[in-house]
């Protein structure tokens, strides 16, 4: 575990350093964990030091032409679209591209994270999410560990059930 700003393995020092300015300006109590490359959601959490249910995929969804949200998910869940969709009130939801989620953001694809994003977008998270929890650090390789409530709060997150079970298991 190390702290500071320096860009992670192949990561973006300026995305790293926004994301511990935005948790530093929210209050947050926050373990900053750097790590080499992943394959996987699962070696991700080992090189973190946690379960796959505690690691958070930040997801972007596109509910309509400018109006985005991110989607707080635990590694061993995914989204349930019917729940989102009923949650949001809207019939369709889509996922934007890498480019699209980029210019939103300004985060690469596995680096989004809420903390720090360039377009402030308002939050759902899974109401399974709870305890420590890390998420991304803006950076390749770079991730924080946060207690679930606190961060929850300080990003006015909505909290409701919008997951499913998925089977993490390693492939054989």
Known sequence: ????TEAGPGGDAD??????????ALGLAVEVTRHGPVRSLEEAAAARGIEPHQLLKTMVVRVREGDHR???????????WPKLRALL???????????AAHAVTGYRRG?????????????VADSSISGLVSIGGGSQGV??????????????????D??????????S
Not at 111 to 123: D, E, F, R
Not at 143 to 160: F, N, S
């Open 1 to 4: 575990m190390s702290t500071g």
């Open 15 to 24: 995305g790293a350093a926004r994301v511990l300015a935005a948790a530093e």
């Open 70 to 80: 991110f989607v707080l998910v635990p590694g061993d869940r995914e989204i349930a």
């Open 89 to 99: 009130g809207v019939n369709r939801l889509s996922m934007p591209d890498a480019d």
């Open 111 to 123: 680096t989004i994270t809420p903390l720090g994003s360039s377009t402030p977008l308002a939050v």
């Open 143 to 160: 991730a924080l560990t946060v207690d679930a409530a606190e961060l929850l709060a300080a990003l006015g997150a909505t909290v409701a």
């Open 162 to 171: 919008v997951t499913e079970g998925r089977d993490v298991s390693p492939a």
